[in-house]
């Protein structure tokens, strides 16, 4: 559903082909982050991927060796898409907003092994990364080809309030629907744990008050951002930006999941 939302006109055919390809990798790094990987080996895998080093790959599970080289190849064909139909080459841009993301899942990955509990600032720093609505829209970016510059890019990697609003959107909507397994240990990676513990005289249903008054905040800067002028970018990418975060309230409405009905009216009516 990402790429049919963010990339939604006709003629974008292709580029909706290209831009899955980076959102199925990120829930495959994600559960390696989460679930497949020891502290130790997810440490030599960000390492790997920030240096972007085949020859880096070799002390690593055979089944991170795989992600990372499916990484590799995926990144290098997004980049000739790129070369080819706008003459830029955004390798390096890709290359450095895939080392943060998993510099972000690593952030994470050490507070649950610690049972570290975050302050709220310091959570929504990582979080605003790891909901990979950045990566998201870098690949978007590049993919529509529209105002690239050198001041556009340096712009957009400084995670800008049209990427960071519906990052914080996705997050916050995600940590709302979040209930802790009473059997789970440690962080459970949710800003309204951070939340509890910085403020222990507040009730949960006042937690997610006030996380909801935050989501309306981000709702705000971003139509403020969209309905502007949305410069460096271009009117076609906050568009983009604005129907990622569409979506994920669209999704969360249903617990993050789809009924069957509401996908197809989203597709066919």
């Known amino acids: 559903m990402w790429a049919m939302t963010m990339l ?21 790094i994600d559960d390696i982050f989460d679930v497949y990987g020891t502290l130790d080996e997810l440490m030599l895998f960000t390492e790997a991927i920030k240096r972007w080093d085949i020859a880096s790959i070799d002390l690593l599970p055979s089944h991170m060796k795989i992600c990372c080289m499916a990484l ?78 050198k001041e556009s890019i340096d712009y ?3 995670h800008p309030t049209i990427i960071s609003s519906p ?20 962080f ?11 403020n222990p005289n507040s009730s949960v249903e006042n937690a997610k008050k006030h996380m909801k008054g935050m989501i309306l905040d981000a709702w705000k800067r971003l139509n403020k951002e969209c309905l502007s002028s949305p410069e460096p970018f271009s ?9 990622g975060a569409r979506l994920v309230r669209t999704m969360y409405d249903y617990d993050g999941h789809f009924p069957e009905n509401q996908v197809n009216s989203l597709l066919y009516n």
């Open 72 to 149: 590799h190849n995926i990144t290098n064909e997004i980049a000739y898409f790129v070369y080819k139909e706008h003459r830029w080459n955004p390798i390096d841009s890709l290359r450095r907003a895939w080392g943060e993301l998993c510099d972000a899942f690593l952030v994470e990955a050490r507070w649950y092994a610690s049972g570290h509990i975050p302050k709220p600032e310091e959570y929504l720093k990582s979080a605003v990364i790891s909901s990979a609505m950045h990566m998201l829209c870098v690949n978007i970016f590049f993919l529509l080809g529209e105002q690239i510059t």
């Open 8 to 28: 939604s006109e006709p003629q974008f055919s292709r580029h909706r082909i290209e831009l899955m390809k980076p959102v199925s990798l990120i829930y495959i």
């Open 235 to 243: 009117r076609r990418f906050a568009q983009s930006s604005l129907n």
């Open 188 to 198: 459970d990676g949710s800003y309204l744990e951070c939340y509890l513990k910085e």
């Open 156 to 158: 957009l990697e400084g």
């Open 167 to 186: 990052a914080m959107i996705l997050r916050l909507l995600d940590d709302l629907g979040k209930v802790k397994d009473g059997n789970q240990e440690g």
